[in-house]
């Protein structure tokens, strides 16, 4: 497990072999690129599940940013601040089992930081391929200004 040097953590989630629902990778990679965010650390989480419940645990909040497939246009994006797998979007992406499960197992440890979710409406996940839709390519701007603007209200 790596060291933490802050309490924040910006959590991409996503399976970038699969175009859009890949997108919480391509946005914390972005994030990278540009030279991370004072205060918060990057991390690449992949499909999620339970070999990330250490990181998670080592945290104060945890800023998750992944696919959603909601009502919404594709590129939409909304922060939403989860307490429970409940109260994840019903269809958070492919890997929403995963990712519920591993939330609610560090619940019951009794070691659950503060999590807010960014989620980025995508409608055609399934497809193989590592290109992101024009829609969806299009969000990440705008997913990274509210990753930003939560870091700085901590």
């Not at 991390?43 to 419940?53: E, K, S």
């Not at 499960?101 to 009794?110: E, S, T, V």
């Not at 070691?111 to 590592?130: E, F, R, S, W």
């Amino acid at each position: 497990m790596q060291e933490t040097q802050n309490e924040i953590l910006v959590l991409g989630i996503g399976n970038i072999l699969m175009n859009d629902e890949g997108v919480g990778i391509h946005v914390v990679n972005r994030l990278e690129l540009d030279g991370g965010i004072p205060g918060a650390d990057l991390m690449d989480g992949g499909t999620g599940g339970f070999h990330l419940l250490g990181y998670i645990q080592s945290y104060k909040t945890i800023i998750i940013v992944d696919a959603s497939l909601d009502q919404y246009p594709a590129g939409h994006v909304r922060i939403l601040h989860p307490r429970y797998a409940k109260d994840f979007p019903k269809q958070l992406s492919a890997h929403e089992i995963g990712l519920k499960d591993m939330l609610d197992a560090a619940g019951l440890l009794g070691n659950m930081p503060q999590i807010h979710l960014v989620a980025i409406t995508v409608k055609d996940y399934q497809d193989m391929g590592m290109e992101l839709s024009e829609e969806v390519a299009g969000a990440i701007p705008v997913a990274i200004k509210c990753i930003r603007e939560l870091v700085n209200s901590f």
